[in-house]
């Protein structure tokens, strides 16, 4: 395949950055993105430019590090794909494929595709867990747990925190990141006693990291590689609301 890459240059978080095109060819549709770039830069290295930086790390689907848009679509064409696994064969050969880092004021650009996700770590440490001396392993039948919750529990705990939701989301809000870790503690016995007061903390710390508030545009779920359901940002809402009238009577 021969292709035409517009790639976002950018050397720190102060300069002003810019598209630049880059031709390549000898690429196999059986490539992976990822791989595709790694081929990039060992032509720029070649030729003496500088790589073009970008996050990855297992390159399996899991880490959400591999964060870029792609062609205006957070982690590219494929529903339900993250950049790693998305492959060449996806696009046709002969075309210029776009890509540029996430666009939020929460993920400054540190450089090229590289944004600071710090902020999620930050929504995790405010309460995305449970604070609770188990002492020693307990037994796995222990606890029985409703099937319907340990489905629910699990379809959010998949959230790999990525960023995809706030890259598409028009209002860079991040709610389905943060519906997602409050759900998936919320459906869950382990999860009750803080329950409340968890999702107090994560919603302030959300709002203080500078991202907007969700709108119900839904852009979120379609992005998202895990494909999240945005129920998870109703059952969110739901404890919030609930959240907050209970502290406010007391």
């Not at 950055?17 to 031709?23: L, S």
């Not at 870029?68 to 492959?87: D, K, S």
């Not at 039948?141 to 489905?151: E, G, H, M, R, T």
């Amino acid at each position: 395949m021969k292709l035409t890459l517009h790639v976002w240059r950018q050397k720190s978080r102060t300069d002003t950055g810019r598209m630049v095109a880059y031709p390549i060819d000898g690429i196999s549709p059986d490539m992976s993105f990822l791989e595709m770039l790694d081929t990039l830069n060992e032509q720029l290295i070649r030729t003496g430019e500088e790589p073009v930086a970008f996050d990855h790390d297992c390159r399996e689907g899991i880490c959400g590090s591999c964060d870029m848009m792609i062609n205006g679509l957070a982690h590219g064409p494929e529903r339900g794909t993250t950049t790693c696994q998305l492959h060449m064969r996806s696009f046709a050969d002969g075309a210029e494929i776009y890509i540029e880092p996430w666009r939020a004021k929460a993920f400054p650009v540190m450089k090229d595709l590289v944004c600071d996700r710090t902020a999620f770590d930050r929504i995790i440490q405010a309460g995305g867990f449970v604070s609770v001396n188990t002492g020693g392993a307990p037994d796995g039948n222990s606890l029985p747990i409703a099937k319907v919750d340990q489905d629910r529990a699990m379809d959010a705990a998949e959230c790999i925190g990525c960023g995809a939701c706030v890259a598409a989301c028009p209002n860079a809000s991040a709610m389905l990141f943060l519906s997602a870790k409050v759900s998936h503690l919320a459906q869950l016995p382990q999860g009750q006693p803080e329950r409340k007061e968890r999702v107090r903390k994560m919603v302030a710390q959300h709002d203080r990291e500078g991202f907007g508030h969700c709108t119900n545009i839904n852009e979120c779920e379609a992005a998202c590689p895990k494909e999240i359901s945005v129920e998870h940002i109703a059952q969110l809402n739901r404890d919030f609301i609930t959240s907050t009238v209970s502290s406010a009577v007391k």
